[in-house]
């Protein structure tokens, strides 16, 4: 009903200017009305020729006709100064000057346009800098690929060349030659994989197979696949998951990735031997899980930078064991089920800390 209302608003404007300046014309015809009464009472006109009496009756409803326009113009001058500047405005939208808005006159249909004009032109900067993100993302995902790519693909070349010529001294170095391309193209294939990954997951019509799961219970079962992993690793597990039954709406093999991403992480970066802390436990409508592992130092001063693309601590650097892209894919998994991933550095900890919205049965029913 609101906008219809406001539809008509320039329509009735338009009415009432017509009213008024006819009003006005009136009242101008009605003074010259009096006025040739007046002279025709005192015979003013007596020894005026029909020629010139037609003439003078042109020019007074010439002056009537030109009194209406003139009070016209004048009533909707406003508007068509405001619609003037609307034009403009868009032509400079037009030429690329993208996020310009206009200032907002009134409350009718070209103060409507104004708005939509503006949110127009809101979209398409938005838009326009959207674009040229993904275009330096993509620039930024092309080096980084080219360079993570190049470097165990430079080794296996490298070592495939010294099996050519047979620059090797006995068997035993051979087969360390073959070992060293065997591990770097396992590497080779699990960068690809990643990045395969993390490709499909960044489109926006990816789809979740998503399943109502008891996440404390899948929580205790992958955490127990994992204690020989922290043995071996001389980490001890301090593992506080609620008993409680916390149910939760998720794609389980995606979210299984991120689970065992953050224990990996944990394993790769944590100080040997230590503890690693996991506890999991229901906040409100939230799910909360904190992997806390200790650490020298952390990697970076905002340690929320380990979910960009490629971005890698100086040890992974160094071994050229992180993809750079684990914590990417994971954040990208989480925000996908509604969820919020993110770290914080305390004490010489790192925790982790992953929110899912707890399924309500009842609430999806209502």
Do not use: C
Not at 27 to 37: A, G, H, T
Not at 187 to 206: A, G, N, Q, Y
Request: charge should be neutral; aromatic fraction near 10%; hydrophobic fraction near 45%.
């Amino acid at each position: 009903m609101r906008n219809i209302k406001l539809r008509n608003k320039l329509t009735v404007k338009l009415l009432g200017t017509i009213a008024i300046s006819f009003f006005v014309t009136f009242f101008l015809f009605v003074i010259i009305s009096q006025l040739v009464f007046h002279l025709v009472g005192i015979n003013y006109f007596i020894d005026i020729s029909e020629e010139k009496a037609r003439l003078m009756a042109y020019l007074v409803l010439s002056l009537i006709i030109l009194n209406f326009i003139v009070v016209f113009l004048l009533l909707v001058r406003k508007k068509f100064i405001y619609l003037r500047h609307i034009s403009e405005s868009v032509n400079q939208i037009a030429n690329g000057n993208l996020g310009l808005t206009i200032e907002i006159e009134g409350k009718d249909e070209l103060s409507q346009l104004a708005q939509n004009i503006n949110y127009m032109s809101k979209e398409l900067e938005n838009k326009f800098i959207h674009e040229r993100q993904l275009e330096k993302a993509k620039n930024e995902l092309i080096t980084n690929v080219s360079h993570d790519l190049r470097t165990p693909l430079t080794s296996i070349i490298g070592y495939l060349d010294l099996i050519k010529n047979e620059q090797y001294e006995n068997k035993d170095q051979f087969y360390d030659y073959f070992e060293t391309i065997y591990s770097k193209s396992h590497r080779l294939k699990h960068l690809i994989d990643e990045l395969f990954e993390f490709t499909r997951l960044s489109s926006p019509d990816v789809m979740l197979n998503l399943n109502k799961v008891e996440l404390a219970s899948l929580l205790q079962q992958i955490v127990g696949e994992y204690i020989p992993i922290f043995e071996e690793e001389q980490l001890s597990v301090r593992n506080s998951i609620t008993d409680e039954d916390i149910p939760v709406l998720i794609d389980v093999e995606k979210m299984v990735r991120v689970y065992e991403n953050l224990f990996m992480n944990a394993i790769k970066y944590s100080i040997k031997p230590s503890d690693i802390q996991i506890s999991f436990k229901s906040k409100g409508n939230t799910a909360v899980l904190q992997v806390s592992n200790r650490v020298e130092k952390p990697p970076v001063e905002d340690v929320n930078k380990m979910f960009e693309r490629f971005f890698r601590g100086d040890q992974a650097r160094m071994d050229a064991q992180g993809t750079g892209l684990g914590l990417s894919i994971s954040k990208r998994i989480v925000e996908l089920h509604n969820g919020v991933i993110r770290a914080k550095y305390k004490d010489g900890w790192i925790i982790f800390i992953v929110e899912l919205p707890i399924y309500n049965e009842q609430l999806k029913n209502s």
